[in-house]
Nanobody, 121 residues
Framework: QVQLVESGGGLVHPGGSLRISCAAS????????MAWYRQAPGKQRELVAA???????NYADSVKGRFTISRDNAKNTVYLQMNSLKPEDTAVYYC???????????????WGQGTQVTVSS
């Protein structure tokens, strides 16, 4: 089995910074794409940022220039550095990974449990 555990959420003032992390554990052979999504109250879940196994990244227009996604393959971990935070960034942030488990021949998509990020004065 594979588990994704997020950490680092919390309350931050507008203009502040926060870094959230998501570590995968279990019988992992390799991980392809890693991504962060978010869901605000009453809204659909949306893609925030993604990074491929080769390091290519893409971002939602709303976070470009403010957020940075990165990964540590040795630790099976993805990070999201969030700067210049705005109240509209308030949401539950979920990590998502495409994982190839040991002994398997296909990738499976996994979600973390979510971490709350609140931007408020």
């Amino acid at each position: 089995q594979v588990q994704l555990v997020e950490s680092g959420g919390g309350l931050v003032h507008p203009g502040g910074s926060l870094r959230i992390s998501c570590a995968a554990s279990g019988s992992i052979f390799s991980i392809a794409a890693m991504a962060w999504y978010r869901q605000a109250p009453g809204k659909q879940r949306e893609l925030v940022a993604a990074v491929t196994s080769g390091g290519s990244t893409n971002y939602a227009d709303s976070v470009k220039g403010r957020f940075t996604i990165s990964r540590d393959n040795a630790k099976n971990t993805v990070y999201l550095q969030m700067n210049s935070l705005k109240p509209e960034d308030t949401a539950v942030y979920y990590c998502n990974m495409n994982v190839l488990r040991q002994g398997r021949s296909f990738y499976v998509n996994y979600w973390g449990q979510g971490t709350q990020v609140t931007v408020s004065s």
